[in-house]
C-alpha cells in the first residue's frame, strides 16, 4: 500500500446532487481534514434540497461535518432524480463554483455511479476542475454500483463513530429509509479499511493523477 500524503491544502470544494450525499460518501474525510486543519476554506454545492427541511439539515449536518473550517454552502432548487432535464442549470452553478475558487482538492461523487443525478454532476466537475485532484466519492444503495476504489482515507474509530452518529442526528428526514443505518455506515467503512490496512476508511476513485517525481 502507498501513501502519499498532501502537501499544502488551503480550500477544497465539495459537492453532491443531494442532501447529505457529501456526508455519507466523505463526511469521515471531511472531519480529517478540518479537523487537522483549522480555518480549511470549504466550498460546498448541493443542486438539490433548497428551500426546504433538506437544507436546514444539510447547513446544520455540514457545519458539524467540517469543524472550524470556513465553510460556504450553496443549495440550490433543482428537482431530485432530474439533473438530466435540469443539465443547463447545473453546469451553470458548477460553471459558477469553479470561477470563485481555486481548490486544493475536488470531492465529488464518481463517473461510475448507478443514479442518473450523481453520475451527470461526476461528469460535469471532471470538465470544469480540469487541473485538480478530484476524487469521487462512494453511495452504498440498492442499485449495487460499488466498484473498486483507487484512492482511500483511512479513518480512526473516533471519527469513523463520530461520522455514523452525525448522520443519524442531522438527517431525521432519512431515517425511515432501510438502508440508513450505523450498521451500513460503519460496515462500508469497515471494509474499506481492511483494503488500505486500516481499521475503517472512506474510499475513492481517482479518474487522473499527474506526478511529479522529479524532487
Not at 442531522?170 to 443505518?181: F, I
Request: glycine share 8%.
Amino acid at each position: 500500500m502507498i501513501r502519499l500524503r498532501s502537501g499544502r491544502l488551503n480550500g477544497i470544494v465539495a459537492v453532491g446532487a443531494h442532501c447529505d450525499d457529501l456526508a455519507i460518501g466523505a463526511g469521515g474525510t471531511l472531519l480529517t481534514m478540518c479537523l487537522a486543519r483549522p480555518g480549511l476554506r470549504v466550498d460546498a454545492l448541493v443542486l438539490s434540497g433548497g428551500g426546504s427541511e433538506r437544507e436546514q439539515e444539510e447547513r446544520a449536518a455540514l457545519a458539524a461535518f467540517c469543524p472550524g473550517a470556513d465553510l460556504r454552502l450553496t443549495v440550490l432548487k433543482l428537482p431530485d432524480g432530474r439533473l438530466p432535464a435540469h443539465w443547463d442549470e447545473a453546469k451553470a452553478a458548477v460553471e459558477e463554483l469553479r470561477a470563485r475558487c481555486e481548490p486544493d482538492l475536488v470531492l465529488a461523487p464518481r463517473t461510475e455511479d448507478a443514479h442518473q443525478d450523481h453520475r451527470g454532476l461526476a461528469e460535469l466537475m471532471t470538465t470544469a476542475f480540469r487541473d485538480h485532484l478530484v476524487l469521487g466519492y462512494e453511495i452504498v444503495k440498492w442499485d449495487a454500483d460499488l466498484g473498486r476504489p483507487t484512492a482511500y482515507q483511512p479513518l480512526s474509530a473516533e471519527t469513523a463513530e463520530r461520522k455514523a452518529r452525525l448522520l443519524q442526528e442531522h438527517y431525521p428526514s432519512q431515517r425511515h429509509r432501510p438502508w440508513y443505518d450505523r450498521e451500513a455506515f460503519l460496515g462500508l467503512a469497515r471494509i474499506r479499511g481492511i483494503e488500505c490496512h486500516a481499521r475503517y476508511a472512506e474510499a475513492f476513485a481517482a479518474t487522473k493523477l499527474t506526478l511529479d517525481l522529479e524532487g
